[in-house]
């Protein structure tokens, strides 16, 4: 394998794909031999195909409740375990265990309130050489922003839910 | 599993995330049990983690050469491999095996005028219900806009190479 500068990689926006774009990332670190560990903030529910797919090389944690955040108030047990998924996240990433770390929705994690911001500065700051930090969610914060390598910015032009369609198995979930 | 009413999800712009947040839509498929096939347009290098990474469920053909092709005087071969790519395609979707079929960077196929857009518009338009199209690129034409479902405009908001740094392994390829 060629050498490696782990950089900082930042999804935000109001469309769909930050997560999906995370999960192509990693399917294609996977395929190269790298491992992959993915931390889901503020998701708690287990039916996403991602957590069923099972993929050699990915590992994938959620650390949320499968209800809503209300971010006007968002409960004692929101926080706990969004600041777990921090602590998740941290461990994987100085354990040099792993080539690429996903915070998965981390940006609206800050935006709630839920972890400090500049714990999570601090961490990406501190990680070993070669391990690559993918942040998703929309709302990113202008530090994140700074502190990022890549950042796109995922735009919603258009999203015709089909009349009477709830959310469909293998696309949002 | 659910019944699914397959739509048209279009992914572009100039950002990097349109290839990945397909890959990842095909990942989030597949744990759900269904079918991907992918076809990427435009591209011959097999050193891309998403080719080697082999998941099951998830099949992906290229139809182009391993070099860029020239936007002002595409080759005949560029053409042949574009066409037959569409073909691959079209079985796909007709086929009716797979629940999800990706053309990746089409919307430059059309763009650079290797494919026709009314014969891609006639394939995309004469789908089996239930099978998802997706497709990427960026320069997307109005008339796959308008037929999409949903469309995500992925931006470059920031996309800064390390000095010195070539693209790298897992994270460009």
Do not use: W
């Not at 709630?112 to 500049?118: D, H, S, V």
């Not at 501190?126 to 910015?153: C, F, M, W, Y």
């Amino acid at each position: 394998m060629t050498e490696r500068t782990g950089t900082v990689q930042l999804y935000t926006g109001d469309g769909k794909g930050k997560t999906t774009a995370a999960l192509g990332c990693a399917l294609r670190m996977i395929g190269h031999g790298f491992k992959v560990y993915m931390v889901q903030f503020m998701k708690g529910d287990t039916n996403y195909g991602e957590l069923k797919a099972k993929v050699p090389g990915l590992k994938i944690v959620q650390s949320g409740l499968a209800t809503f955040v209300d971010r006007e108030n968002p409960s004692e047990e929101d926080k706990t375990l969004a600041r777990k998924g921090l602590e998740l996240a941290k461990r994987a990433i100085s354990s040099n265990k792993y080539d690429m770390v996903i915070l998965d929705e981390v940006n609206v994690a800050v935006e709630y309130g839920l972890i400090p911001l500049e714990e999570l500065v601090r961490i990406i700051r501190a990680r070993p050489n070669g391990v690559e930090i993918i942040l998703t969610g929309r709302d990113a914060h202008q530090k994140l922003i700074d502190l990022a390598d890549l950042v796109s910015e995922i735009r919603e032009i258009k999203h015709h839910y089909r009349k009477g369609t709830q959310a469909r198995e293998g696309i949002e979930y």
